[in-house]
């Protein structure tokens, strides 16, 4: 089998939210998709051992909120590498209650949001596929949404464990130098950093320009309030990479 052609299925990136006022969390998912028009129906495929299934499995209901391409990496970080268990994911969360069921709705970073009522579930193996009625939905803003794939290849995102897709993390690249390395930085000195909750690898010859710091910066001189540009966690959670 080619294990790349799994990397050619598209997917957008969703948060899945669950509870109540009181009471609840959220996970990222790529695998939340309309599966029927009449009546309106969503899927989402629920890792069996996230949190959140818990959520949907009792409150019976559930929300999708549907992330924009320029997200905070903090709000990835915050419900898409971390379980709820004994943290409220919800701290300094901009959410609503769903005008039907009461469901917490993520309108953080989101574009639009769905208010599902679950109908029906299917255990699928390491997944649950939860089948929700949408209720009711909304459009926030005209951003341009979320795709996998812009996470995979511009973000240099990987899936946690718990995504149901069989996708290899994105190989290293030949680093690509926009700019000379300053002579007293020698390239076999500077060490490429993982970060510890994500798996984002800080290369120092490509730098992170997206964020202002220039090819051929060493991990070491990158400013204090540096953040993960893919989870947002700071600096203190990268580790040497050790190839
Ligand atoms: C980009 C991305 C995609 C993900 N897709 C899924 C998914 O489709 N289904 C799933 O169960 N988990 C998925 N996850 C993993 C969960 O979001 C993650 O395990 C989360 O910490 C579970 O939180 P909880 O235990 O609080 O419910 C994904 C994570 C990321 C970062």
């Not at 028009?37 to 899927?43: G, M, N, R």
């Not at 812009?150 to 990987?158: L, M």
């Not at 400013?223 to 947002?232: A, K, N, R």
Request: with cysteine; hydrophobic share 35%.
């Amino acid at each position: 089998m080619d294990a790349s052609a799994f990397e050619k299925l598209s997917y957008g990136v969703y948060i899945i939210a669950s509870g109540c006022s009181d009471e609840k969390n959220a996970f990222v998912a790529t695998t939340a998709f309309q599966v029927t028009s009449e009546p309106l129906q969503i899927a989402v495929a629920c890792n069996k051992n996230n949190f959140t299934r818990t959520f949907i499995e009792i409150f019976k209901k559930f929300s999708v909120s549907v992330l924009k391409q320029d997200y905070t990496p903090s709000i990835l970080g915050n419900f898409g590498y971390r379980t709820g268990r004994g943290v409220n994911k919800f701290d300094g969360i901009h959410y609503k209650l769903g005008p039907h069921t009461s469901v917490p709705i993520v309108l953080d970073d989101a574009v639009a949001w769905f208010e599902c009522k679950l109908v029906n579930s299917i255990d699928v193996g390491s997944h649950i596929l939860f089948i929700g009625e949408v209720m009711d939905a909304d459009t926030l803003t005209d951003d341009t949404p979320l795709t996998y794939t812009y996470y995979r290849e511009v973000k240099k995102g990987k899936a946690p464990k718990n995504a149901p897709h069989g996708v290899a993390a994105p190989k290293d690249e030949e680093p690509k130098f926009e700019k000379p390395l300053t002579n007293n930085i020698k390239s076999s000195t500077m060490k490429s950093y993982e970060c510890s909750v994500c798996g984002y690898v800080y290369n120092p010859a490509e730098g992170d320009p997206d964020n202002g710091i220039a090819p051929g910066t060493p991990f070491e001189e990158l400013p204090d309030d540096w953040t993960c540009p893919l989870c947002g966690v700071p600096k203190s959670d990268f580790e040497v990479k050790n190839d």
